[in-house]
């Protein structure tokens, strides 16, 4: 197996340099070790396998070497030797990455920032907190506690995953239909350039480099530190939890909540399958009599809310609703909650391996989407459990498997890959919040033209001309794209090109 191979035989786009070379690993090596702490250089098999894949286990490669920076300085001098060298550079955080992204590199360095996880600052009057990029997510919540503020994104890895990897990722979460996502909620950053320079990225002034940074996937440069944007904790909050026969009718609950011009804080939905596994495991107090269960929390100003609850009720019972709670406090709330922050870690309780698919839809053909996976999962003889951010209709399919039968993870990669291809047809998106990594390359293929794939190369390539950011990663090559086949349902047009891209 080629050490550009995944385990299921997946070829990348990248083949060996940097640390490959004897020579050039010996000094690199050397120089490195001079840079960093005591301890702080990882270079034996057994200190480096831990590194060896993010969330998405179907990719591994241990990595020749880890380094554990402490500071900016370090970071800076870390980046400066790989780019005189040679040698690819993979940034991690928390390893929560879904899509391979933190993938290492065969003949590269990984480049932990853990360890970089102070709060710096925090601006009360401007609503506003300065951190490290090793800092988790729910820490930077906690942080401002106490003063009535939060950080609205909220993936379900929060207490876990990092800031530099929400940022790398565009990450979203529950409450991204009405709070954005780490985009929207993103003030400034502070970045080392490929080159080991370091730059201030502000949308303030000239082209918007911070907008071209987020979830740029660690190909533009290491983040070290970023400003975020705090929001006051609403006064108000009302969650209810409504089942549904089918999941049609759930998915037109949520479109024509939408269109009434209620803005739930989130609107998650799952089937029945997900649903059984996840009161099997927290006993949430979901129904186990519906096809599809929908849970929408609104917030706001006590007056404000109380009308928003009535509106979405009557909503949501006129599109069929079967059964309709609202938690009666926050306990009830947050066990409401709990329950679908739980889904995961339910499936794994249950199956040995699984992988998560991250595709976006237009709102109104969430159920003919569901409708389709549910086929595709009988055609591959493999489960897939459905739990999603519906009020932006970003589907996270599940897909169980067992990587000790032979053929599974190749018949689970490939069941993914039909899954995204499903999201296209739709009029939608291969990803929300994952992002590409190495997982969605072969279908970036089918969503964008050979002239947009160079334009994205062109981008990368002005940020790093060396190539050592995290090689192989995000956008396929041309050749990868035409050995494939790939950018077939194009011709030219967009399907659906009359739905607004997301």
């Not at 890895?157 to 800031?163: G, N």
């Not at 026969?245 to 037109?252: G, K, L, P, R």
């Not at 849970?295 to 079967?322: H, P």
């Not at 032979?406 to 939608?428: F, K, M, S």
């Amino acid at each position: 197996m080629s050490p550009f191979t995944n385990q299921a035989g997946r070829q990348t786009d990248e083949s060996p340099i940097g640390l490959a070379d004897p020579s050039t690993r010996s000094l690199f090596t050397r120089q490195l070790a001079a840079v960093l702490p005591q301890g702080a250089l990882l270079s034996s098999p057994a200190e480096c396998k831990p590194f060896e894949c993010d969330a998405l286990t179907a990719f591994k490669q241990i990595p020749p070497l880890v380094a554990l920076p402490d500071s900016v300085e370090q970071v800076q001098q870390i980046v400066r030797l790989c780019n005189q060298h040679g040698v690819p550079l993979v940034n991690r955080g928390a390893g929560t990455g879904l899509s391979g992204g933190a993938t290492p590199h065969a003949a590269g360095l990984l480049m932990s920032l853990n360890r970089m996880n102070r709060v710096l600052e925090i601006d009360e009057p401007n609503r506003r907190i300065h951190v490290q990029p090793g800092i988790t997510n729910l820490a930077v919540s906690h942080a401002v506690a106490n003063l009535g503020l939060f950080y609205a994104p909220d993936p379900s890895s929060q207490l876990a995953s990092t800031i530099g990897g929400n940022v790398a990722e565009n990450s979203g979460g529950v409450h991204c239909i009405k709070y954005g996502l780490t985009v929207h909620n993103l003030l400034a950053a502070e970045v080392v350039l490929p080159t080991g320079e370091l730059a201030i990225f502000n949308p303030v002034n000239g082209p918007d480099l911070l907008g071209v940074f987020t979830g740029s996937e660690g190909m533009l440069g290491v983040l070290v530190s970023a400003w975020l944007k705090l929001t006051p904790r609403p006064v108000g909050v009302a969650t209810i939890m409504a089942g549904f026969a089918s999941v049609e009718s759930a998915a037109q609950a949520v479109a024509n909540t939408i269109a009434s011009g209620v803005t739930p804080a989130g609107m998650e939905m799952m089937d029945r399958s997900m649903t059984e596994l996840i009161e099997d495991f927290v006993c949430a107090g979901y129904p186990l009599d519906c096809e599809a269960l929908l849970l929408c929390e609104l917030d706001g100003e006590t007056e404000d809310l109380e009308a928003q609850l009535i509106q979405t009720q009557s909503i949501l019972r006129k599109a069929g609703a079967t059964s309709l709670r609202v938690g009666a406090d926050a306990a009830e709330r947050e066990l409401m909650w709990k329950g679908r922050k739980s889904a995961f870690p339910a499936v794994g309780r249950k199956y040995s391996d699984y992988y998560c698919i991250d595709g976006t839809v237009p709102r109104k053909r969430i159920g003919e989407a569901l409708k389709i996976i549910e086929k595709l999962s009988k055609d591959f003889g493999l489960p897939v459990f459905n739990v999603f951010h519906a009020g932006d209709g970003n589907l996270h399919p599940l897909i169980v498997y067992d990587q000790a039968v032979p053929g599974q993870t190749d018949r689970a990669l490939q069941l993914g890959d039909e899954i995204l291809r499903v999201t296209l047809e739709l009029g939608g998106t291969v990803t929300g919040e994952h992002g590409v990594g190495l997982e969605k390359l072969n279908v970036m293929c089918d969503q964008f033209t050979s002239d947009e794939l160079e334009q994205f190369h062109r981008l990368r390539q002005a940020f790093d001309p060396a190539g050592i950011m995290n090689p192989g990663k995000a956008i396929p090559t041309l050749a990868r794209c035409a050995e494939l086949g790939g950018m077939h349902v194009h011709k030219g047009k967009l399907p659906h090109a009359e739905l607004e891209r997301y």
